[in-house]
């Protein structure tokens, strides 16, 4: 049987054998690369590839007004974007329902992780505060987008640097002294990892792209530097018993510590290189 | 897998490339029933950096296909965080949809789109970080990109600015220069036969100084289309290593 006529035979084939097409174990991550500050004109960037998965993405930071239940926080605003470039199922045009959702639980996570604390981007209270852009581009869809978002967010924001801003008590105007940056205070460190199920049995970890497509159910499980739980999403599909369930925030504790590491690892090399 | 790149500088006494980093097919993907082909290619230039994709499909929408030629399709497109301020609209404003359309119109010229009748080629190009010269890095990258993807053209298409600051002409311009308010002008070459396919120019220019500005411009564009041709082999090299083995 070839890959292309009968590609859940393929899959299955290798599955009783306990690998996987591209030779990874069931619960092996592809390789993950991490590159920060490319990008020049953004505040923050950072970049990551998980085997053929790239993502990137740019911070930009704005100043606005606080909002008014809220006085004394500032705004974060994450946006998953998937155009077209990176895989022919997007098509040109508004975001679709996979961009919005993916946007939607990155504000979720950001939210039930307390990556940041809104309060630190309050400049004065009610009158002026930083709102932070965070657009997150995919550049090549293979499968496992929310865990690339996740860790590119993060190391953007680890990466991103702030102007100091003061507020000139007479004319009651911020100045924004460019030559004086801060980087941001990060409090959590969340890592998401994504596991599929395969024909109602067989767990696999990050899955590609073609393994997602044959797959009968998704998971995502986001957890912290600590091993508490951020976020469990679970979209429906064929359901999981809660041992099963167990198992997969296990890997997902491990995998915490293999990404921090790696962010530390390049913070730390850029921070040598300068 | 990432094919590694080559890297040149040119340097004339009033002439300057930055420095272009170059990779080919960065991206696999897998081949559906209908024959599509995909080829993203990622161009580096100092500090403008861009991925191009170029995408063939067989059929085409009904109200747009022709019977004797392929259609193509360009879209164009900034990343919100590639300028010094965040674009709010990235696509469909006016500037985007003219360089699409100019874009669509390079290609068009030097694609050989008779060999593909009713059908519709499309490229997309995105715009990580924008520092001047962006219709040429477009340029560049998607001939690369169309290289990558197999479709026959007629020569490399090579893109450069050129401009006039204090009597000087100066190729590549940067975003400083280029806002700086001397004349500017974007050149798309084909190389071998010295036809030019794209040519705009903005602001006020005294006459004498237009083929200056031509020739410095042209040269910069045959430098870059070796630099090209030398990425298209080095990857055509090794990938062949690959696919012997």
């Known amino acids: 049987m070839t890959s292309t006529a009968e590609p859940l035979e393929y899959h299955r084939s290798f599955l009783k054998e306990n690998c996987r097409p591209d030779g990874r174990e069931l619960g092996e991550f592809r390789p993950t690369t991490l590159n920060i500050s490319s990008i020049s004109t953004a505040d923050g960037s950072a970049l990551v590839k998980i085997g053929n998965t790239t993502v990137i993405c740019g911070i930009k930071a704005e100043l606005t007004m606080p909002p008014s239940d809220a006085p004394n926080k500032g705004y974060i605003v994450p946006n998953v974007d998937l155009p077209p470039l990176c895989s022919s199922r997007f098509r040109p045009g508004p975001p679709g329902e996979q961009a919005q959702a993916a946007s939607q639980f990155i504000a979720d996570v950001i939210e039930s992780s307390d990556l940041i604390n809104r309060e630190e981007l309050c400049i004065e209270k009610s009158k002026l505060c930083w709102v932070l852009y965070c657009d997150i581009m995919c550049l090549d869809y293979d499968g496992n987008l929310l865990d690339a978002c996740i860790i590119v967010l993060l190391a953007a924001l680890k990466n991103a640097r702030l102007p100091e801003v003061t507020i000139n008590k007479e004319t009651d105007l911020a100045e924004v002294d460019i030559q004086k940056k801060r980087h941001l205070k990060i409090n959590r460190h969340p890592v998401g990892s994504s596991f599929v199920i395969f024909d109602d049995s067989i767990i696999i970890v990050d899955p590609t792209a073609e393994e997602e497509s044959l797959s009968t159910a998704l998971l995502t499980v986001v957890t912290d530097e600590e091993d508490r739980l951020c976020a469990v999403h679970k979209p429906g599909g064929t359901s999981l018993s809660g041992e099963k369930l167990q198992h997969c925030i296990n890997r997902a504790i491990t995998r915490n510590k293999e990404i921090s590491k790696l962010v530390d690892k390049v913070i730390e090399s850029m921070k040598m290189a300068k | ?245």
């Open chain 2, 1 to 245: 897998m990432i094919q590694n790149c080559l890297k040149q500088r040119f340097e004339h006494t009033s002439q300057l490339l930055r420095f272009c980093h170059f990779q080919l097919g960065f991206k696999s993907f897998s081949f559906s029933v209908l024959p599509m082909t995909v080829c993203p290619q990622l161009l580096q230039t100092d500090t403008i950096e861009k991925p191009a994709v170029c995408v063939i499909y067989p059929y085409c929408s009904r109200s747009k296909s022709l019977h004797d030629r392929a259609v193509i399709n360009c879209q164009y497109s900034m990343a919100t965080f590639s300028t010094a301020e965040r674009k709010r609209r990235p696509h469909g404003d006016r500037k985007s949809s003219e360089m699409s359309l100019h874009l669509k119109q390079t290609f068009e010229a030097a694609v050989l789109t008779e060999l593909y009748p009713r059908s519709q080629i499309d490229i997309y190009v995105k715009i990580l970080q924008a520092d001047g010269g962006n219709y040429s890095a477009c340029v560049n990258a998607a001939t690369l990109a169309l290289v990558d993807a197999g479709i026959p053209m007629r020569d490399y298409v090579c893109a450069c600015t050129a401009g006039f600051v204090e009597d000087t002409p100066l190729a590549d311009l940067c975003h400083a220069e280029e806002s700086g308010g001397g004349t500017s002008l974007a050149l798309a070459l084909l190389p071998r036969s010295g036809n030019i396919a794209l040519l705009q120019m903005d602001a006020r220019l005294h006459q004498d100084h237009l083929d200056a500005l031509i020739e410095a411009a042209m040269t910069a564009c045959k430098g870059l289309s070796k630099v090209l041709d030398g990425v298209v082999r080095q990857h055509l090299e090794e990938v062949s290593v690959l696919t012997r083995d």
